[in-house]
């Protein structure tokens, strides 16, 4: 996958969002807001 080096959701970036969920507990929103992102981009 190519991107660039500041990209907020490389594959580490994604399964730290998805452990903050899944293990973290924590919301889909507060994981969006805390990855810069949209709720519906954590949801997939």
Do not use: C, I, W, Y
């Amino acid at each position: 996958m190519n991107s660039h080096k500041n990209a907020p959701l490389t594959p580490k970036g994604r399964e730290a969002m998805v452990r903050s969920v899944v293990e973290g507990g924590l919301s889909k929103a507060d994981a969006a807001f805390q990855f810069n992102t949209t709720p519906k981009t954590v949801a997939k």
